[in-house]
């Protein structure tokens, strides 16, 4: 007989939903427990934040063969180096199918803090013209809701985590809540200028809007810019669940988080038509659990949120809990990313910067903004920034002795990139299935996951590194060189959709309010219930839908209707 | 231990050469020649690895016949004028193969590089050691950051 205990509310994951989810309802009063399939992170001890390269065995650059061995897909994340390479799950424990020709890469934690301890850090809000994209071209369905909806979320949202950012007044990137921005170098600065004269107001280089603070904030401190954020930060200058919100949720007394718990499945009642609870699998001694709770929050990232849900089949949804639409699983997106182009800036050689700013530039979306472009639907945005070269620069140069060594004492020229990121279409052939013939080390069935990009996303990534090289020319830069990468879907790590929002229960799995249609105190709050990309980074959405379904299913319940 | 005593005199006499003590530490009080041994070992695949001791043979070989010793063996002006031909055979190679594998030469200076600029000494006294700069300032005189910020890596 399977132990069980009783809360109030369920939250599945502790990352950066689940943390919302954790902080909005335990502060309203809601005795909450949080499961994680992770260990827990100890930031004094687990952090790396001022560890040294040449403290490590390799020096950074990796046990190449155990990575091939134990991560061999997670390797393909740049953060998940020699430094963090613990912040990222076991492949060999977590496997998933692809066909193949058709790769995916799935890149995840599992930890306390989730991926929020090695996210980018970028945040930017959609618009209007991102929720009403589905209804203007047909691909996807409507969004249930519109900007106006969603706004005072991402106020609330912002307010706590720390935004830094330059406020532009642009419809299609609505300004943050904002501290002050971090500085463009002399290279960026120059660009922005020279865009400003050559494109007018169309395309406007700002400086990337990301949660790091640039102003003690919260209890938490500013960045000190050591700039590799990705190995943790022991002031909490950047937002991590495990430095905000899953702090605030515990000073309520409310909370207990639980590592180690991977849920298998949701347990569905019939005879009250509610999700009664979860049925955990403690990953240390493989005890089966069940946990009880009012309400279910499904915060676990996008495509575990829906492995959950299709692996939780009932004789009512045999393809999967809550699937009258039969959407479950569909509708998988992530955001392209690598067409840009690069090149040399001139004039500044007696100019550098001090300190390592862990944040770039940001080129808000252009394309299918006011008049539609001949070749491709919605659009994409641009990071990137300017650089000077240092040592590693000898690898290009002829030379070796002391006058070579002293040579790469000075800086190198200035470098500037564009790296685009553009949205991705909505499509129901992009899906996941459970994979009847595997199961992960704790035996629950693995995702078969099956995701192409389309035509029009190859034509927007050749329009980026088009249009990226003509920027770098109006800015004056010398060796210019484009460059489209082949990345497959995945690595750009923000997987969503597979249950979308939507206006009908027939066509979605989600109502406006990330609400189940058909279990109705169920709600998925992660990338999963993403209706369309945008291509802005998502997690700050996630975030402010997070906080508002919260709002929501707890007014819900004093009105007597949950 | 990977490589033979002769092979490891060979690494760190072209290690030294690369990166000589100037008025910092040079490649070999940075330690240059062990991280070199770690990655050919244990780092390196099957064909990386084989390239680097082809190479490495062929300095000795190429030194024996214009010299009669062992490269490290060998008069500074004869060390420098074999690393110099293999730059110029290396680079001649790149430019004329379409993406030919890396040659010896530009191999071997890779991983002085990489070992060199990721040792304390490379980092802490090569570079402006700066782990917690406190504040980012996007445009600065060259003359107030001497010497290339060490970038963590």
Redesign the interface.
């Known amino acids: 007989m399977a132990r069980q205990e009783r809360y109030d509310a369920i939250v599945v994951g502790s990352g950066i939903t689940g943390g919302w989810a954790a902080k909005e309802l335990t502060e309203r009063g809601l005795r909450t427990l949080v499961l994680e399939a992770g260990r827990s992170i100890d930031p004094e001890n687990d952090y790396v934040m001022?560890t040294?390269?040449?403290e490590l065995?390799?020096?950074?650059?990796r046990?190449?063969?155990r990575q091939e061995r134990e991560r061999p897909i997670q390797r393909e994340c740049y953060a998940c180096d020699e430094w963090s390479e613990k912040f990222f799950v076991r492949d060999d424990e977590n496997p998933y199918t692809t066909e193949d020709g058709k790769p995916f890469l799935w890149i995840r934690s599992r930890q306390v803090g989730g991926r929020s301890i090695v996210w980018g850090r970028q945040v930017y809000r959609l618009s209007d013209l991102d929720f009403e994209a589905n209804a203007r071209d047909g691909f996807g369905v409507d969004w249930p809701i519109r900007y106006a909806d969603i706004e005072p979320w991402y106020d609330h949202v912002e307010r706590f985590i720390g935004v830094s950012g330059q406020a532009e007044g642009l419809a299609q990137l609505p300004d943050s809540r904002f501290l002050p921005p971090?500085?463009?170098?002399?290279a960026?600065?120059h660009v922005r200028e020279s865009l400003m004269n050559h494109f007018g107001g169309e395309r406007v280089l700002t400086i990337g809007r990301c949660a790091i603070l640039t102003a003690n904030h919260g209890g938490r401190r500013a960045?000190?810019?050591?700039?590799?954020c990705e190995r943790g930060c022991t002031t909490h200058s950047y937002f991590s669940s495990l430095a905000a919100t899953l702090p605030a949720a515990a000073a309520t007394g409310r909370m207990t988080l639980r590592p180690y718990s991977v849920v298998h499945s949701v347990i569905y009642d019939p005879t009250s038509g509610r999700a009664s609870g979860v049925r955990v699998i403690d990953a240390e001694t493989q005890e089966s659990i069940e946990f009880h709770g009012r309400l279910v929050f499904l915060c676990a990232s996008a495509l575990e949120s829906t492995r959950i849900l299709l692996h939780s089949a009932t004789e009512r949804w045999p393809d999967g809990l809550a699937n009258s639409s039969g959407q479950l699983g569909h509708n998988l997106m992530d955001h392209t990313m690598g067409g840009g182009a690069q090149g040399l800036i001139s004039g500044m050689?007696?100019?550098?910067?001090?300190?390592?700013?862990p944040n770039g530039i940001y080129l808000p979306r252009f394309r299918n903004v006011s008049e539609q472009h001949p070749d491709f639907l919605r659009g994409y945005a641009y990071q990137g920034g300017g650089s000077r070269t240092?040592?590693?620069r000898?690898?290009d140069m002829?030379?070796?002795?002391?006058d070579?060594?002293?040579a790469?004492?000075?800086?190198g020229p200035w470098q500037f990139r564009f790296y685009g990121f553009g949205e991705c279409l909505p499509r129901e052939s992009n899906q996941v299935t459970l994979d009847p013939d595997r199961v992960d080390a704790w035996g629950i069935p693995v995702l078969n996951i099956q995701c192409e990009w389309s035509d029009n996303e190859r034509a927007a990534l050749s329009d980026m590194s088009i249009q990226a090289a003509e920027m770098l020319e109006a800015a004056g830069a010398s060796d210019i060189s484009t460059f489209i990468e082949d990345n497959p879907p995945g690595l750009t790590i923000h997987e969503m959709g597979t249950a979308r929002m939507g206006r009908d229960s027939e066509t979605s799995v989600l109502n406006g309010w990330n609400q189940s249609w058909d279990v109705p105190n169920l709600f998925v709050t992660d990338g999963a219930c993403m209706t369309s990309s945008g291509n802005q980074n998502p997690s700050l959405t996630y975030m402010a839908l997070t906080a508002r379904a919260v709002d929501y299913a707890v007014k819900q319940i004093s009105d007597g209707r949950l | 231990m990977f490589f033979t005593s002769q092979q490891r005199e060979t690494i760190e006499a072209l290690s030294e050469?690369?990166?000589?003590t100037?008025d910092t530490p040079?490649a070999i009080t940075a330690g240059v020649p062990e991280?070199i041994e770690?990655?050919v070992a244990?780092?390196y695949d099957t064909e990386d690895r084989e390239r680097f001791m082809l190479g490495l043979t062929e300095v000795d070989e190429r030194t024996q016949a214009l010299a009669g010793v062992v490269f490290s063996q060998s008069e500074a002006d004869t060390q420098?004028e074999i690393?110099s031909a293999l730059?110029t055979e290396g680079?001649a190679r790149i430019m004329s193969e379409e993406d030919p594998p890396t040659p010896f030469f530009?191999q071997f200076?890779?991983l002085v590089?990489?070992?060199y600029?990721?040792?304390?000494i490379g980092?802490r006294q090569?570079?402006l050691y700066?782990?917690?700069?406190?504040?980012?300032?996007?445009?600065?005189?060259?003359?107030?950051?001497?010497?290339?910020?060490s970038?963590?890596?």
């Open positions: 001022t040294q390269a040449w065995p390799f020096r950074g650059r046990d190449r063969i971090m500085n463009l170098n002399c960026e600065q960045c000190h810019y050591c700039g590799t050689d007696d100019k550098w910067v001090y300190g390592r700013r240092g040592w590693a000898g690898n002829p030379g070796f002795g002391a070579f060594k002293h790469l004492r000075a800086p | 050469l690369i990166i000589p100037t040079g991280f770690l990655i244990e780092w420098t690393l730059e680079q530009q200076r890779g590089l990489s070992g600029y990721s040792s304390e980092l090569e570079l700066q782990p917690i700069p406190g504040r980012f300032d996007g445009c600065v005189d060259v003359s107030e950051v001497t010497r290339p910020v970038d963590g890596n």
